[in-house]
């Protein structure tokens, strides 16, 4: 990895799979390192006015998925990012290393599995449009996909309060579906499987395979 340019590294996956844990595994390794860097998650809740939209969706306000637009959804899920665009070019300007904790690709994946297979691709297309070219959002450098079976997924945040993406289980399936679809589609994805023997890995081990992947030394 090359400590004097700013690179966006983006984790993504299912809910579930380990996002959150991760990321700060792999902050902890940036800072005994003394490579600078920042860390930004998205839906940033309570942030702003999109986000609170994000939050009113997951809550059900606005009706049951399938009752739901994605591509109006969409439009809340990429005005939060928008809004974090200076921060983000501020950080890689500065050299520094971003940590997203989901980014385009979570909008890709989850809206995506609220449409029809044979729609899904005409939806992305259209989200790349608008989130790099009228947007201007920061493209990823490197996507790491941490690929976990949905029922685990699941099962693994069934002890908080759900929303409208974790409690519905054909949600899950359809959205790794797409983000392991997109994983094919792109050379700069990496998937780090997070199952072994029907169970999930430990933290530690899932790590150690993305220190392989960045090569961080």
């Known amino acids: 990895m090359d400590k004097k340019q700013g690179l966006?590294?983006?984790?993504?996956?299912?809910?579930?799979?380990?996002?959150?844990?991760?990321?700060?595994?792999?902050?902890?390794?940036?800072?005994?390192?003394?490579?600078?860097?920042?860390?930004?998650?998205?839906p940033r809740y309570g942030d702003n006015i999109y986000a609170d939209l994000v939050t009113r969706y997951l809550e059900g306000e606005f009706g049951a998925i399938a009752q739901v637009n994605p591509y109006l959804?969409?439009?809340?899920?990429?005005?939060?990012?928008?809004?974090?665009?200076?921060?983000?070019?501020?950080?890689?300007?500065?050299?520094?290393?971003?940590?997203?904790?989901?980014?385009?690709?979570?909008?890709?994946?989850?809206?995506?599995?609220?449409?029809?297979?044979?729609?899904r691709e005409a939806f992305i297309q259209w989200l790349d449009a608008l989130e790099y070219e009228t947007n201007g959002i920061p493209k990823e450098d490197l996507t790491i996909l941490l690929s976990v079976d949905p029922k685990t997924g699941q099962k693994n945040v069934a002890s908080r309060l759900s929303d409208l993406h974790e409690e519905n289980i054909?949600?899950?399936?359809?959205?790794?579906?797409?983000?392991?679809?997109?994983?094919?589609?792109?050379?700069?994805?990496?998937?780090?499987?997070?199952?072994s023997g029907g169970k999930?890995?430990?933290?530690?081990?899932?790590?150690?395979?993305?220190i392989v992947i960045l090569n961080v030394k």
């Open 8 to 42: 966006l590294i983006v984790i993504e996956g299912i809910d579930g799979s380990g996002k959150t844990t991760q990321i700060d595994l792999l902050a902890k390794a940036l800072a005994e390192r003394k490579i600078p860097y920042e860390v930004i998650s998205f």
């Open 73 to 119: 959804i969409s439009l809340a899920f990429a005005g939060d990012r928008l809004l974090a665009k200076p921060l983000i070019e501020q950080w890689l300007n500065e050299g520094k290393i971003v940590l997203a904790n989901k980014y385009i690709s979570s909008s890709k994946a989850h809206m995506g599995a609220n449409l029809p297979e044979e729609k």
């Open 170 to 195: 054909k949600h899950l399936e359809e959205a790794s579906k797409i983000y392991l679809s997109l994983a094919k589609k792109e050379n700069n994805w990496y998937v780090v499987d997070c199952m």
């Open 200 to 210: 999930m890995k430990s933290p530690e081990d899932i790590h150690q395979e993305i």
